[in-house]
């Protein structure tokens, strides 16, 4: 029944955001032949034959009723710029896009969950200072910043990685490190606090006092249950992360969707950007959901109340 | 009263000497970076009312026999291609840059606060359209909506600080609504309702005051937050081109010369992330303070 009741909301949800991503570009002031043909050299004649071929000179309901269809279907519409279907072009560089992301989770929950858990068991001790230490830089840095600082360490002085492109391993290694420790400094701040939180109730206590060692104490029931808050955050980081290569994909003049999307913008591409945003927002209530549906595994108390 | 306070205090302080002693060298060592944050804060936001007072040279002046220098005595923060002194144009572009921060946190704090003590306080139908809506709203990352309502509107310091605070509207919406919940439902607020208060009078006088204070963490934290989402924006190329570019922007063109002259992008995001660092260890304190359960830490 919660499952059944958490995949109906996140359709809805999904639902919502395409009418919001339509909503968004067609109240906002222009429209794309301004961009595709100059007004000076093209007569009026051209520019209505331009808007009715891309049926921009329709009423908003034929528009959006058209749009609604098309999405539904899967056709993205194609881009203004070479006519390519927005979907394959997604397609085509989701995969980059996907492995950096990973990869970016991977070093934040790394990094997070062992800084965080060490800081809270060594309270105020010099691992609990760094773990802070890299908590608030994490989340204060820039990631245009931290990349371009890791490129001129890692690439222009010491020669260990590349500074740009997408082939090879090491070519990901800057980028998702970038990215990763922005996600790593909310995770140590989460998991840090959660702990701290569980670590001060009563049932520690009890469990102490029941004879358990202290590693059974901690690492089997204080992080437990400190997991829990610390999920649903990498859930969200993980969206996050998708739209954080916006900006890393451009630093690290990288291929995926988060470069097709700023290129697209620049270009006033707007099929492109209405299917990179609804790709994107589709892929985090995916990845929400997962992690809703996690917290039975987790948490019996989930499974228990729903 | 204040004699009792007193003789506990020693009372707690001879039991637990050598506890107390650690807790003081703690809370002075935390206070220490608490303070530097404020200055590092009160140094920038100088920067931005009163550039002409702390910058060397003018932002727009060419040094035309100091192109390209790195960081010496002369030019701290190093000069650029144009031989411009990149310290004078890092103080002179906090304004833009500073102005995008608070801007938009007050434009989306306030949007975001209404729409949340709007649903939480009517509840019903009301508070189900709105929250159905916030959600759709936090299905597509915040720099992403923050970029398409940019993109779409142009260049535009305006259309940044808007889009910035749109972007930050379902967060403040949700804990406003969360918190005047949980407000809503104490004693005291049955109390006023049976002396007979209108819904209105109530809701100003007793549920919007109790409310404020996690709006307004969230704003101090949120003030970091924009500051990085908009000068991401001005990196992306949407910012705003002018003679005094702000941080975003200065970083953006100084990435051309990365091989040469490393310093031209350093600085602008020291800066950056200076700021938001000392606003976020203040908004930590902050929060921290309404939770007492964390005041210890």
């Not at chain 1, 970016?104 to 997070?112: K, P, R």
């Not at chain 1, 470069?259 to 913008?265: H, N, P, V």
Request: with cysteine; aromatic share 8%; proline share 4%.
């Amino acid at each position: 029944m919660f499952i059944a009741q958490r995949i109906l909301s996140s359709l809805l949800v999904i639902a919502g955001s395409l009418v919001l991503v339509f909503a968004i570009l067609y109240v906002l002031p222009g429209d794309p032949t301004d961009n595709m043909i100059d007004p000076s050299v093209a007569t009026a004649e051209q520019i209505a034959s331009l808007k009715q071929q891309l049926g921009v000179d329709q009423p908003f309901y034929i528009q959006f009723t058209r749009y609604i269809n098309d999405m539904v279907r899967g056709d993205f519409g194609s881009s203004l710029l070479n006519s390519e279907p927005v979907l394959d072009k997604i397609l085509e560089h989701f995969p980059a896009t996907l492995a950096l992301t990973a990869a970016s989770a991977l070093v934040s929950v790394t990094i997070g969950l062992v800084l965080g858990v060490l800081s809270a068991i060594h309270r105020n001790g010099p691992i609990d200072f760094i773990a802070r230490l890299v908590g608030l830089f994490g989340i204060s840095m820039p990631t245009f910043w931290s990349g371009i600082l890791l490129i001129v360490l890692f690439s222009l002085q010491l020669g260990w990685f590349p500074a740009m492109g997408s082939d090879g391993w090491k070519t990901i290694v800057l980028p998702a490190l970038t990215l990763g420790i922005v996600g790593a400094g909310f995770i140590v701040r989460m998991v840090r606090s959660s702990m701290l939180d569980i670590i001060d109730e009563h049932f520690m206590l009890t469990l102490r006092s029941k004879g358990l060692s202290e590693r059974a104490v901690m690492y089997k029931h204080a992080l437990r249950n400190a997991l829990i808050p610390a999920v649903t955050m990498i859930g969200m980081l993980i969206g996050e992360m998708l739209a954080g290569t916006v900006v890393i994909e451009t630093v690290f003049s990288r291929q995926g969707i988060g470069r097709i999307i700023g290129d697209a913008l620049m270009a006033k591409d707007l099929p492109v950007v209405q299917g990179v945003i609804f790709f994107t927002a589709v892929i985090y209530v995916l990845v929400n959901l997962l992690v809703d549906l996690s917290y039975s595994v987790i948490d019996p108390r989930v499974r228990r109340s729903a | 009263m204040r004699e009792a306070a007193t003789a506990s205090t020693i009372r707690y302080k001879r039991s637990g000497r050598r506890f107390a002693a650690i807790r003081f060298k703690q809370v002075t060592a935390n206070n220490l970076f608490l303070l530097a944050a404020a200055v590092i804060i009160l140094f920038i936001a100088a920067c931005a009312v009163v550039p002409s007072f702390i910058a060397p040279y003018s932002p727009t002046e060419m040094l035309t026999d100091s192109i390209m220098q790195p960081p010496s005595a002369a030019h701290p923060f190093g000069t650029d291609y144009f031989g411009r002194d990149i310290f004078s144009v890092v103080v002179y572009g906090s304004r833009d840059s500073l102005f995008i921060g608070f801007a938009s946190v007050l434009v989306g704090g306030l949007a975001g606060g209404a729409i949340g003590a709007l649903s939480g306080y009517a509840g019903g139908w009301i508070d189900a359209v709105l929250m159905r809506f916030n959600d759709i709203l936090m299905t597509i990352p915040g720099i992403l909506l923050a970029l398409a309502i940019a993109g779409a509107l142009g260049k535009s310091l305006f259309n940044i600080v808007l889009a910035v605070a749109v972007a930050s509207i379902p967060g403040y919406a949700r804990i406003m609504r969360s918190q005047i919940m949980s407000i809503k439902g104490r004693t005291f607020i049955l109390a006023s309702q049976a002396a007979g208060a209108s819904p209105l009078h109530i809701f100003w006088k007793h549920v919007l005051p109790n409310s404020l204070s996690p709006l307004l963490v969230m704003a101090t934290i949120g003030i970091g937050t924009s500051i990085l989402t908009g000068s991401g924006l001005s990196f992306l190329g949407l910012g705003v081109l002018k003679e005094v570019p702000d941080w975003g922007t200065l970083l953006s063109q100084g990435r051309g010369y990365l091989t040469v002259a490393w310093w031209i992008c350093t600085f602008p995001g020291l800066a950056i992330t200076m700021f938001v660092l000392s606003v976020n260890m203040i908004g930590d304190r902050l929060r921290d303070q309404l939770d007492p359960k964390k005041s210890a830490r």
